[in-house]
């Protein structure tokens, strides 16, 4: 890259690896680089309207969005700001209600959620949906459930969590599918190995889940494995 960079995100979106903010070691960063697969090369993009490292990122509806994680100040955000591909610019969103530093942000059932992290005093359990027709986020009454296993985490049971009211473009993805599948887009996979798959993993399903396992939420990382 350009630009040396720690705790910062990355997204895929239209062909191209965007990483985004972070920290070069002496401050939060609002820089954003591009990476063409094609050539090889690196490009500065817009940057973001604030500095930020440790957010969440994902893209949504053709969009990048970033929310959360720390400042130059190294004060804890909620703001939250997404890229258009076809302006190159990034544009305010609405606030969440919470600040969320070293939270998850992920798309399941055509909505955005905002999930976990810290507001610079405690762990948050709680999650934010995002609608993008009112640009308004609601706090979910799902919370984070303890990980009773040894592996330090949480568990989200995503087949209690209703997404009905929320009108979305976006089809709702299969309730268990493979994290490489879910990169590449790729739903195709949807009747492989189901029958192997072990029965408590049919009931629990974490924020990422492939049919070998699930990915859990931790404080310490956007997302952990779990055997």
Same mark, same amino acid.
């Given at each position: 890259? +350009? ?11 239209? *062909? ?13 960063? =609002?820089?954003?680089?591009?990476? =063409? ?11 973001? +309207?604030? #500095? ?24 804890? +955000? ?13 544009? #305010? ?15 399941? =059932?055509?909505?955005? +959620? %905002?999930?976990? *992290? ?8 709680? !999650? ?24 330090? *985490?949480? !568990?989200?049971? !995503? ?12 089809? #709702? ?13 790729? &739903?195709?996979?949807? =009747?492989?190995?189901?029958?192997? %798959?072990?029965? &408590? &993993? ?13 990915? !859990?939420?931790? #404080? ?8």
């Amino acid at each position: 890259m +350009l630009t040396r960079r720690t705790k910062a995100v990355a997204a895929v979106l239209e *062909g191209n690896l965007y990483v985004i903010g972070g920290n070069d070691g002496d401050m939060a960063l =609002n820089s954003v680089e591009r990476y =063409n697969p094609v050539d090889g090369t690196w490009s500065i993009c817009a940057h973001m +309207l604030s #500095p930020r490292e440790n957010a969440g990122c994902a893209v949504y509806l053709g969009h990048i969005y970033v929310v959360g994680g720390k400042d130059e100040l190294n004060l804890e +955000l909620c703001s939250a700001e997404r890229f258009n591909p076809d302006t190159m610019r990034w544009t #305010p969103v609405k606030r969440m209600r919470s600040k969320r530093d070293n939270m998850s942000l992920v798309v399941f =059932n055509g909505a955005l +959620l %905002a999930v976990g *992290g810290s507001d610079g005093v405690t762990t948050l359990k709680t !999650i934010e949906v995002y609608c993008h027709e009112t640009n308004t986020w609601r706090t979910s009454t799902e919370t984070l459930q303890k990980n009773n296993s040894s592996n330090s *985490g949480v !568990i989200l049971d !995503i087949s209690a969590l209703k997404m009905a009211e929320v009108d979305t473009e976006v089809p #709702p993805l299969p309730p268990r599918y493979r994290f490489r599948d879910l990169l590449l887009g790729d &739903q195709t996979f949807q =009747n492989d190995d189901r029958q192997t %798959a072990r029965p &408590q &993993q049919r009931q629990l399903a974490a924020l990422i889940c492939f049919d070998r396992g699930s990915f !859990i939420a931790a #404080p310490d990382a956007h997302l952990q494995h779990r055997a």
